[in-house]
């Protein structure tokens, strides 16, 4: 990581009349993580380019005349393809979080940090970023040959190159974030117009300076000591879980010769790591699972032709001879748990009726004697087709007595469209006595009877 240099400043406690002092906070170094390539590196920049293409590519789809993916917070409309979910769906969106959490507590008991080493975006951007630097300034050897360096034209040129192409992809994936909110191709013409509105403005910038200070600058401090999954990940790892590690019975001593093990203190382990940590000291909760020091090692050990997989991902049942279980409790829980959830949810979904009612009095006249001797309530009725297609609907009524509606029984709303109704319902006074009563309010779709919503009141008689 190219960086200007750090001097590091070793933590050392001081006495001083019987007491010792130590400081808070360790003073960062600079972390230039070495190139490499193998198996677990593909697949990171194949999970790279797929969450990428996924993140620009999916605001530009067209769906139905509309934007495929869009968040209309103005207009409380949610459009993910062919659905639309309004704010009565929150219950989906919790769902949602629900299934990410017992996902990530899967994955982590079964295999570690596979979030935080493949598909976290903190990781992805890094990467990004890191690549970056790496084309603009060279290898690692140049990157720390350079940061050592004095100023010169070279330098502010390499550097501000590499800043310039950060703060430019920065800039466009916070473009992007808010192309989720605001249509994308009206956000288009307003930027290049130089007329967007001050929320747009506000968060382009925010979530491109949160990008390009993450992933340009604070790379593994993030994922060290913001992020609290770090922490709490122990409480999710038990013996059987595949973790990365080094198998200190075949590397151990380290050195070169006969009498020493398979490691040959290359230290590679530790410059391809993006966190600087040396994993022949054993799990550590800086490590983020990325396994570029098992691509790095096994290169190593290709070379001076001894096994692959002196660091590996395993267990620590399997180090110590003791065989692995993978059907465990908390792993069959979350499991059942997990499905149990995602089949509610998609059952919900796919029965989910494209129609939504409201019913609210109105307020201002609880009950009022018309024409004829009859009383008469009113009723706004908020009726949401949350359907693609324009639909007309029938409004009914029901109660202990007959009930008349006095107002248009029929209304057509547009695709995706909202409208508040009044609907006068009354009855006859010699039917109905005084007091409260409990009717029923019946809409439904012309076209399908089974686009129908069912909603209670009540009708007030004085």
Same mark, same amino acid.
């Given at each position: ?166 703060? %430019? ?49 604070? !790379? ?107 059907? !465990? ?15 509610? %949810? ?40 949350? %359907? ?40 006859? !006074? ?13 809409? !439904? ?18």
């Amino acid at each position: 990581m190219a960086q200007p240099s750090a001097k590091v400043i070793p933590i050392q406690p001081q006495e001083t009349s019987g007491t010792v002092e130590q400081a808070l906070y360790e003073i960062r170094r600079a972390i230039h993580p070495r190139a490499v390539q193998g198996w677990f590196a593909a697949w990171r920049w194949l999970l790279v380019w797929g969450t990428q293409l996924v993140f620009y590519g999916t605001a530009w789809l067209e769906w139905n005349g509309r934007q495929a993916v869009l968040f209309d917070i103005a207009h409380r409309k949610f459009y993910i393809l062919g659905l639309v979910l309004w704010p009565q769906d929150i219950i989906y969106l919790t769902v949602l979080l629900i299934l990410s959490a017992l996902a990530l507590f899967l994955f982590t008991a079964v295999a570690g940090r596979l979030w935080c080493g493949y598909a976290c975006p903190q990781t992805v951007y890094t990467e990004i970023f890191m690549w970056i630097e790496q084309k603009v300034e060279g290898d690692r050897n140049s990157r720390i040959k350079l940061d050592k360096e004095g100023l010169s034209s070279r330098k502010i040129f390499l550097k501000g190159t590499k800043h310039l192409v950060w703060a %430019a992809l920065a800039l466009w994936t916070g473009f992007t974030f808010v192309g989720y909110f605001t249509p994308i191709r009206e956000l288009w013409r307003e930027v290049t117009t130089l007329s967007t509105g001050p929320w747009e403005t506000f968060w382009v910038f925010f979530y491109g300076f949160a990008t390009y200070g993450n992933a340009g600058w604070m !790379r593994e401090q993030v994922c060290t000591y913001m992020c609290p999954y770090a922490r709490f990940q122990s409480a999710m790892f038990d013996k059987d879980t595949l973790i990365i590690t080094y198998d200190t019975k075949r590397g151990e001593p380290r050195g070169k010769g006969a009498a020493k093990g398979d490691c040959v203190d290359c230290s590679i382990c530790v410059q391809v790591c993006p966190t600087g940590i040396d994993i022949r000291n054993g799990l550590q909760y800086q490590c983020i699972g990325c396994a570029a020091c098992i691509d790095g090692c096994d290169q190593v050990m290709q070379k001076v032709g001894k096994p692959r997989g002196l660091i590996r991902y395993s267990t620590t049942h399997a180090l110590e001879g003791v065989p692995t279980r993978a059907l !465990r409790p908390r792993v069959l829980v979350y499991t059942g748990v997990l499905c149990a959830i995602a089949l509610a %949810a998609s059952a919900s979904l796919y029965l989910r009726v494209p129609l939504k009612v409201d019913v609210i009095r109105d307020r201002a006249a609880i009950s009022r004697e018309v024409e004829g001797g009859q009383i008469e309530n009113v009723y706004r009725l908020q009726i949401m087709n949350t %359907a693609e297609r324009e639909r007309a609907f029938e409004i009914a009524a029901a109660g202990p007595v007959t009930l008349q509606l006095a107002s248009e029984p029929r209304v057509t709303l547009g695709p995706a469209d909202s409208r508040m109704v009044p609907v006068r319902v009354r009855a006859e !006074r010699g039917l109905i006595v005084a007091g409260t009563h409990p009717i029923l309010f019946s809409i !439904r779709a012309l076209d399908d009877d089974k686009v129908s919503v069912r909603e209670k009141s009540v009708f007030i008689v004085r």
